[in-house]
Every structure is written in C-alpha cells, then in structure tokens.
C-alpha cells in the first residue's frame, strides 16, 4: 500500500516552514523576468488588449518601484499560504511505502502490528526497487525543514520534506520507497480506496505472525504460502521471552 503523506500518522509530515529569505531580490528577479519578456506578454496578452509589448514594458518600468514593494508586502502571505497546503500538493503526487528493520521491535508490533495480531511481511532489501534514489533513510531531528521556494538552488521536490521525522520517532528507524501516484493502482478495500503498487513475489523473502496472530489469519497466510509462486518464502512467528523481557522470533 502506498500512502500519500496526509493520511500518515505523523502530523508534521511534509510541514515546512515555508519562508523567502531574500523576498526583494526575488521580487526584483521575477519583475525583471516580465518586463524583459515578450513571451509572457503574449501568454498574458488577454489582460493588456490595447498595449504593444513595447508600451506594456514601459509601463511596468515606470511603475516596477511600486509594484516591488507591493509584491514584498505579499509574500509572507503566500509563504504562508503554500507552507499551509504543501501536505496536500504533495500528497496530489506522491505516496510513500515505509519499513523498519527490527522485525522483533515491541513498540513497533503494538502500533503497527495491529497490537501484535497482524503479520510482518520481509523484503529482499538486496533487489533493485530499494536501490534507486526513491529509497530513502530517514533522518530524525526537532529542527524544522525549512526551504525557501525563491532559491533556485533548492531541488524543488518531495524528497526534501518525505526524509524528515521528529525525534519522538526515531524508534521506528524508518526507511521509505517515495512513490510516484501515476504508477500505482486504486483498489477499494473494506477501510477505503487505497493506491497499490503491484510487486513481484520474488520481493518476498518471510512472513512472521504476530504474537497474537489468530487461527484464522494463520489458515490465511498458510493457503497463500501453499502457492507454487510463495514456495521459497519462510514462515516465522514472534515468541515472547518474559525472562529477558524481549521478543523472538522462530521458524515454523
């Protein structure tokens, strides 16, 4: 399941604090930009049906000191406004598939293994799909990301705000798969339409129950493992050692 970062348990999820460090030279930039350029005159031509590009450029020459300064007033606003609605653009775009290397971490059973009821599917970390720049360790601090959108030496992608956590997480030791929406699938499944990305069995190297794995999710996993395509995936369940207060995991 692909899961785009709005729907993450993690609130501050692609939350930027969004800020222009250098908002008259930007503005200055992007001003010059237009009055220089006959090919966004002609885009915006419906706005100026009585002007030449050479009486539109000297109009906004002459009055390109009041426009800046207006244009500075504004832009923490925007700022603003674009640090507000970053989750969902990029949540528009892209998902993330996340995965942790203890398959034997308590915490991690009880909040994401359906309080130790559910399964832990392992992957061969080894194959080309976790090779990729889309692959991504994550990095954990209380430090904002903070980027500014006017600098053209920012890489103005996902990536950038998709590897950053609050320390409260670093226990999950988290690493992700950013994935492109267009090459996901939509499924409606009991909890909601859900994006899925279609991967090969050779992907799978184990399947490990929880502590509390039902019979019924048992049978389940059993019939599947029964196919000729899951011959080579192991099975595993998680045991609980009181005496050294962790859990283990043995081989069925």
């Given at each position: ?105 308590q ?7 359906a ?25 954990y ?36 798969l ?31 129950l ?43």
């Amino acid at each position: 399941m692909v899961t785009p970062p709005k729907y993450l348990n993690d609130v501050f999820e692609c939350s930027p604090v969004i800020r222009c460090e250098d908002p008259w030279g930007y503005t200055v930039s992007q001003l010059g930009g237009i009055i220089g350029s006959p090919a966004w005159f002609t885009q915006n031509r419906a706005h100026f049906p009585n002007l030449t590009f050479e009486q539109f450029q000297a109009g906004m020459k002459q009055h390109a000191p009041d426009l800046a300064q207006k244009m500075v007033a504004e832009i923490p606003a925007i700022d603003l406004e674009l640090q507000t609605k970053m989750v969902d653009l990029i949540s528009e775009k892209f998902g993330v598939v996340c995965f942790t290397p203890d398959v034997t971490h308590q915490k991690m059973w009880g909040i994401y293994g359906a309080s130790h009821s559910g399964v832990a599917i392992e992957f061969d970390e080894k194959h080309q799909l976790f090779s990729g720049r889309s692959f991504v360790k994550m990095g954990y601090s209380d430090t904002a990301v903070i980027f500014d959108a006017s600098n053209p030496n920012n890489r103005d992608d996902a990536e950038l705000f998709l590897t950053r956590k609050k320390l409260d997480w670093s226990y999950e030791r988290e690493s992700r798969l950013i994935v492109d929406l267009s090459f996901t699938s939509l499924r409606d499944m009991a909890s909601g339409p859900r994006y899925v990305l279609p991967v090969g069995p050779e992907l799978i190297m184990s399947v490990t129950l929880g502590l509390r794995t039902d019979d019924d999710v048992l049978a389940k996993v059993l019939r599947a493992l029964r196919e000729p395509r899951f011959q080579h995936v192991e099975l595993f369940k998680i045991q609980k050692d009181v005496a050294a207060g962790v859990l283990k995991r043995v081989r069925l």
